[in-house]
């Protein structure tokens, strides 16, 4: 009926027997009655849905309040109350109805829709007519579940012969690609994958990587790609957590991931990928080889789309600083719709060619994978990020668009001369990962690359909000262009809300630019939850939003800025100091190549600013250069009182670690000067 009671929407159920009802009506038997229940009785009183009487007197403000028809009021005492969500059940009669009002006005209070069932049966009077319901439902002519698996299948028919993958000396076409991935779903389907199994791949951006986004879904698996860039006992966890069945691995990383095989208690079945350009050695592990594989396959193979488009696609594994890394299940109906999503807000069609600067492994490549399957463009592997690498991709190629974490377009705007003169044509740059400093988006401009700021997550698909451009903007300095485009932006056209509200009150913070707030979705992309972790996966939808974690405000205009990671906000003397702030502004010093701040005690304020920086080669600065430096552009308060100067630690996805540079900071005591 519902798929779903988790969430701050109130419904309102008219039941002549209750306890029939819960145990008949899917939506109802999963729930906790003492935190997602209220039961509105004839009388008017609250009571839990096994009869007893509530301990918290705030269910009693709850009944008080749909008697009242008050709708602010019950959505208030709901959360005194402790309710996680709002379910009114009420037994028909006057007061079923007075309830059933009372939730009208809530929505419309709340700015939400309502959604009411009807499980009376064998009462007519109370049924409601409605033409359009139960007659005119789902049948195979009108439903077919949503799967990016339908976009190979469609450009392998309409662009047969047009070149889908570059790598190297490879030109592979749309139809051999179609061709490969059915073999792949052929040949894993016949060695007993399917439906619940999962194949994992440990590799970089190859044809073998991109294969696998099709191949091993059509074969109904889930597929997890690891990062190449991880320790053996990390992917040891991801390959025991996530149950997978086989693992494909490129030769360059068969020895880690040895090792992380033999940590398995059922380990996979192991199948090596050569690929024909790495030119380093590795041992052979696997059982068979990818290509071998692949000639047991059919090329005819007649693959199946899921029954439900709920049904998960991928695995993926959040890049945790602390602790086991959770794995992130999403489905075909959210890989689907983001990758329509992508198209959209990157301006993308038939003839885009995309260079692999991104990793396929990181959320799937932020689903462009199925995005280029969907236009029928060209992909262009890249097996390692190197600024000559990536500047000769883009001359010969005819670039048009390419992704990447700004510390790739850092790399880019800091190649020789010689490397980014190569570029001699427009394209456009999507990044996110982290806040892009204004300085590194005003060097790319300069550069005839078009940058476009996206945020999101692991958790939704990658980046569900982009910073859409005005063209009113084009008219603007170069300087005020840049900082404009390093906000995150507003929603994408496939995610339903993106708003800040405070934590505490879950309220929409002031649209003023200033106001922190944590930075909330909902919508059709949007995880399914973290694999084994219903605590984790709970925690992250509280209230019926998916919690970023991320502390943002919203301009007037309605785009939002990303300031801090909850954590990484740094509080000096009761004022609160935006690390990303401080770092933009570093960026802006023509000696900096990379920085980062963290907190770091004081005994007086508390916290201070304490900045670590890797300088440009041959550049040079000292601390009191830095110092002085801030002192020009920001309120004295926010100025560091500390630099540290050298290399800074990087996660595999190439993010800098902020938890060990707290723990420098840390170790290196308070700061007892007082300013």
Excluded at 11 to 21: C, N
Excluded at 67 to 84: I, M, P, S, V
Excluded at 493 to 501: G, Y
Excluded at 567 to 580: L, R
């Amino acid at each position: 009926m519902l798929s779903s009671l988790r969430s701050i929407d109130p419904y309102v159920f008219f039941l002549d027997d209750l306890h029939r009802a819960r145990s008949s009506v899917p939506c109802l038997t999963g729930l906790r009655p003492e935190r997602d229940i209220c039961i509105i009785t004839r009388r008017g009183r609250a009571r839990f849905a096994r009869g007893t009487e509530p301990a918290c007197h705030g269910r009693d403000a709850v009944a008080a309040a749909a008697k009242a028809n008050d709708g602010e009021n019950l959505l208030e005492a709901r959360r005194r109350a402790g309710l996680t969500s709002l379910a009114i059940i009420a037994r028909p009669g006057p007061r079923g109805i007075s309830v059933q009002c009372c939730l009208r006005q809530l929505a419309g209070s709340i700015g939400r829709r309502v959604r009411c069932a009807q499980t009376c049966q064998g009462r007519k009077d109370r049924k409601v007519s409605n033409p359009f319901d139960d007659r005119l439902g789902k049948n195979p002519a009108n439903f077919v579940a949503l799967s990016p698996l339908s976009f190979l299948a469609r450009s392998a028919e309409v662009y047969p012969d047009k070149i889908a993958l570059i790598h190297g000396a490879l030109r592979q076409t749309w139809a051999q690609t179609y061709a490969r991935c059915c073999r792949l779903a052929s040949a894993l389907a016949r060695s007993g994958i399917g439906v619940g199994d999962t194949v994992a791949v440990l590799a970089p951006n190859t044809p073998a990587m991109y294969e696998a986004h099709f191949g091993v879904p059509m074969s109904g698996a889930v597929l997890n790609t690891i990062n190449i860039r991880l320790d053996a006992a990390t992917i040891g966890f991801i390959l025991a957590h996530g149950g997978a069945k086989v693992l494909l691995v490129d030769s360059e990383f068969a020895a880690v991931a040895a090792e992380a095989v033999g940590r398995c208690e059922r380990p996979p079945h192991v199948i090596d990928i050569d690929d024909p350009i790495y030119d380093g050695e590795g041992p052979r592990i696997g059982e068979v080889d990818y290509e071998a594989l692949l000639a047991t396959g059919d090329p005819t193979h007649r693959w199946e789309l899921p029954r439900d488009e709920w049904q998960a696609i991928a695995l993926n594994y959040t890049s945790g600083t602390t602790g086991n890394p959770k794995g992130v299940v999403i489905h075909h109906r959210g890989a689907y719709l983001n990758s329509f999503g992508n198209a959209v807000a990157s301006v993308m069609g038939p003839d885009s060619v995309y260079l692999w600067t991104l990793p396929m492994f990181h959320c799937n490549g932020w689903s462009f994978t199925w995005t280029m399957a969907l236009l029928g463009g060209t992909n262009v592997c890249l097996r390692r990020v190197e600024t000559r690498a990536i500047f000769e991709a883009i001359k010969q190629h005819r670039v048009t668009h390419l992704c990447g974490a700004p510390i790739v377009l850092n790399m880019m705007v800091n190649a020789p001369e010689a490397e980014r003169s190569l570029v001699d044509h427009p394209l456009e740059a999507m990044t996110g990962g982290a806040a892009p400093p204004a300085a590194v988006i005003a060097r790319m401009e300069e550069m005839g690359i078009a940058v476009t700021h996206l945020y999101g997550l692991t958790e939704t698909y990658g980046p569900t909000v982009a910073c859409a451009w005005h063209d009113e903007w084009n008219s603007l300095p170069l300087a005020e262009r840049a900082k404009l485009k390093s906000r995150a932006g507003v929603r994408k056209a496939i995610m339903e809300e993106v708003t800040v509200l405070d934590p505490e009150t879950l309220q929409p913070v002031p649209r003023d630019g200033e106001t922190l707030g944590e930075v909330v979705m909902r919508g059709n992309v949007v995880m399914r939850g973290y694999l084994k972790n219903p605590r984790a996966t709970e925690e992250s939808f509280a209230g019926g939003w998916y919690h970023t974690g991320d502390l943002g405000v919203i301009h007037p205009d309605g785009y939002i800025q990303i300031k801090d990671r909850s954590k990484d906000i740094i509080i000096s003397g009761g004022e609160n100091i935006s690390s990303i702030e401080l770092e933009d502004t570093l960026y802006q010093h023509p000696a900096i190549l990379e920085a980062a701040v963290v907190a770091r005690p004081d005994a007086h304020w508390g916290e201070t600013p304490c900045a670590f920086i890797a300088l440009k080669p041959e550049a040079s600065a000292t601390e009191a250069d830095i110092i002085a430096f801030c002192r020009e552009h920001l309120a004295g308060f926010k100025v560091p009182k500390t630099v540290v100067f050298g290399p800074l630690p990087k996660t595999a996805t190439g993010k800098v670690q902020k938890y060990v540079l707290r723990e420098r900071a840390r170790g290196a005591g308070g700061v007892e000067r007082r300013e």
